[in-house]
């Protein structure tokens, strides 16, 4: 081999170029999947950010269309519709009472819970979004990437 | 080689830039948050609810103005002014004035356009959504007016769907999301929730799980939209009718303290608050007049004074007196409101009759001056109530340890003249007799949701100033009061009690001549108390008399409430 090499040098240089041609590859490859999985893990960002730019939107709408309903139902408005209808407000001597001993009405508003819990909500997004590449290969070399 | 070369200068004149050039601050600041963008998280505030569900407050946006200064040109310096002052009707020259300084040399980038209030404070400039869809298809139109460089930044704004009903109850949120007076003002650290700051990663954007910020939470408040659109209307009418300049209408359950309506004239929008803080004279606005203002009551009084006596038992309802027209305590004459001498008198003709004379000789030769004012500040006041609305005032009592009192203080006190309460404190004083004794804390609120649950406040019991026997006596010698003086007040079928008020209104050189302050203040049905009302009307012009001007109005806000709370008429013998 030593004497092949000294005859005709240039296939140590092909050895060579061939290695590092390999190295170049394999970098090459590794960092398209890096850049692959940045770009997709981008995306989803950028995706995840107009959602909650879209679920603050649509809040703010719903906050709207609550106070126009709640606009169109006061009783300053169903007292106009009413009267439009002919009603008027009853008398006391016009109400006839029946007493149901032990009748109780209980339909007691509860107010809905707020929007927003407080806490921070870690399993919202899958690991795959949020791990690091070194990450997923350690957890694919102990075997827990089912 | 010379590529090379080009490119390494090139790459040195560009590091040079960002290091030095204009927009260095910008790369610095950049530096500091690296590549994640620093965003403060408002949660959204609490909604608030009436008693039936009903919203009062919820939240929408509005858009506030700013300029991204490196983006003007030349053209949107001039059109951006021109756009906004036709469309907001703004001043041009302030707008331009804004546009046209160097922002950039103070090194400002971003600049929030603002217009100037009455009072000439700069404010930022809000537009509704309607407006800000005009802006961004101008924006968006290339053939539009030049605004480059204008962006419209969403804001959260608070809006109360009922307009100015139980506008004075809610109080209002200003555009930094800081609430003030009323509910807004006492639940705003609740009602607000807690902002955050959270790093966002920009470059690239990256998909991570935000924390929320602690939201505010839903208020439920005692009010009944019913009862309180219903006691405004009674009360517009009223103020209309007799000439008031302001009034006050509260409606309270005195079992457990909760307010059902409270209406105050003149009328507050708390989607337009503005010109309330401006008050003309320079004095601190009085947006919730149930708790922030005071007033000498009056008349209303001699049921707190009446039933003290009762209390001490120096006094009996048939206790004997004769009223010569006046009586002199602590060298102030006291005379009776229409100046005669009513003759042989017992307690209860002298409550029927509003003596004022007969109440001050029952405060100077029977109670004396340390048990009256024991009494009184049994009954709270010169204390705060602690009514959940922001704003709450003491009033003003001054008792024999203040260097200012003096035995005639004693005598005008009795009949509720030369001390000032708040409507409130009234309310619970009063509240104490209609309750069997039992003196309990008026408060708005009915139930907090926050995130993790519901939670209902209880009733507090602030003391029992006096005993229910008392307590039913007087409830009695009201009744009869409500046959005589008071008859404009009673309602056919159910058994009232209740008391006019008819107070001179004190001035900076004594009591003025001309005007009063009407009121009374009465709760029904005397056997299960389910109501308390107070209606008070300033300066009526048709009558100076709480029994001719408030008493009426007591009559139909009382004529509807039974309808509304459902109360069957006392059962009438025969």
Redesign the interface.
């Known amino acids: 081999m030593p004497q092949a090499f000294k005859q005709a040098p240039w296939r140590l240089q092909i050895l060579s170029t061939g290695r590092t041609a390999l190295w170049i590859v394999g970098l090459v490859i590794l960092g398209g999947v890096y850049l692959a999985v940045n770009a997709k893990v981008a995306e989803a960002g950028r995706e995840l950010l107009m959602l909650q730019q879209q679920h603050e939107l649509l809040i703010r709408t719903n906050g709207e269309l609550s106070a126009a309903y709640a606009e169109l139902i006061s009783p300053e408005i169903m007292m106009e519709r009413a009267a439009y209808l002919g009603f008027r407000p009853a008398l006391p001597d016009e109400i006839n009472y029946l007493i149901v001993d032990g009748f109780e009405i209980s339909d007691e508003f509860e107010a809905p819970r707020p929007l927003t819990s407080g806490e921070s909500r870690p399993g919202m997004l899958s690991p795959s979004y949020t791990e690091t590449l070194g990450e997923w290969l350690s957890r694919f070399a102990i075997g827990g990437d089912r | 080689m010379l590529a090379m070369g080009l490119m390494t200068v090139g790459l040195l004149v560009q590091l040079i830039r960002v290091q030095f050039g204009p927009y260095a601050p910008v790369f610095a600041a950049r530096e500091q948050v690296g590549s994640s963008r620093l965003e403060r998280v408002i ?2 505030r ?2 608030i ?1 009436d ?6 407050a ?4 509005s858009y506030v103005l700013e300029v991204e200064t490196r983006q003007l040109t030349s053209a949107s310096r001039k059109d951006i002014p021109d756009v906004l002052s036709k469309v907001l009707l703004l001043p041009l020259d302030d707008l331009e004035e804004q546009l046209n300084r160097d922002w950039v040399a103070q090194g400002q980038f971003r600049i929030r356009l603002t217009r100037t209030d009455k009072a000439g404070e700069p404010l930022p400039i809000n537009v509704d ?1 309607y407006v800000a869809q005009v802006l961004n298809e101008f924006l968006a139109d290339p053939y539009a007016p030049d605004l480059s460089g204008l962006s419209l930044v ?1 804001n ?1 704004k608070r ?1 109360y ?3 100015e ?1 139980a506008g004075h109850v809610l109080g209002f949120v200003n555009q930094e999301n800081e609430g003030f007076f009323g509910v807004e003002g006492y639940y705003d650290e609740w009602l607000s ?2 902002p955050i700051t959270i790093s ?2 920009m470059i ?17 408040l005692t009010l009944d ?2 009862i ?3 006691v405004e209307r009674e009360l517009a009418a009223a103020i209309e009718s007799s000439g008031s300049e302001s009034g006050e209408i509260i409606v309270m359950d005195p079992r457990n303290g909760e307010i059902l309506a409270l209406a105050a004239w003149p009328t507050l929008d708390p989607n337009e608050y503005e010109p309330w803080l401006l008050d003309e004279d320079g004095r601190d606005p009085i947006i919730t007049p149930a708790v922030g203002g005071m007033f000498e009551p009056g008349s209303t009084f001699k049921v707190i004074t009446m039933a003290s006596a009762l209390d001490a038992g120096v006094v009996e309802p048939d206790t004997e007196f004769i009223d010569t027209g006046e009586i002199e305590v602590g060298g102030n004459t006291i005379r009776n409101w229409n100046g005669e001498a009513w003759g042989p008198q017992t307690m209860l003709s002298c409550m029927k009759n509003s003596l004022n004379v007969c109440l001050a000789w029952v405060a100077s030769e029977k109670l004396g001056a340390p048990m009256l004012y024991r009494y009184l500040r049994a009954f709270g006041l010169g204390s705060l109530t602690g009514v959940d609305l922001s704003g709450e005032i003491t009033g003003q009592l001054r008792t024999p340890r203040h260097p200012d009192w003096t035995e005639s203080d004693l005598g005008t006190n009795s009949f509720g003249q030369g001390l000032s309460l708040t409507p409130m404190q009234l309310m619970a004083a009063v509240g104490a007799v209609a309750n069997g004794g039992v003196m309990v804390q008026p408060h708005i609120v009915r ?1 907090v ?3 993790n ?2 939670y209902s406040p209880k009733t507090i019991v602030l003391g029992r100033p006096i005993s229910a026997e008392t307590a039913r006596t007087v409830t009695e010698m009201l009744v009869s009061s409500m046959e005589s003086e008071a008859v404009y007040a009673s ?4 058994r009232l009690a209740g008391k006019t008020g008819t107070a001179q209104v004190p001035g900076e050189f004594g009591y003025d001549p001309k005007w009063t302050i009407a009121s009374f203040i009465g709760w029904g049905p005397v056997d299960d108390p389910q109501f308390l009302v107070l209606v008070r009307l300033d300066k009526p012009e048709i009558s100076p008399w709480g029994s001719v001007v408030a008493a009426p109005v007591f009559q139909k806000v009382v ?2 409430l ?2 509304f709370l ?1 109360i ?2 006392d059962v009438v013998a025969g």
Do not use: H
């Not at chain 2, 919820?58 to 946006?61: E, G, K, P, S």
């Open positions: 949660p959204a609490g909604l609810f008693r039936d569900g009903r919203l009062l919820t939240n929408a946006t959504k969403p959260p809006i769907p009922n307009g009903l929730g807690k966002r990663p690239p954007p990256e998909a991570r799980a935000q924390p929320d910020p602690p939201g505010g939470v839903n208020l439920v939209m019913d309180q659109q219903m139930q949701v926050g995130p649950g519901a309602l056919e079928n159910y004529r509807r039974v309808v459902e069957p008429p």
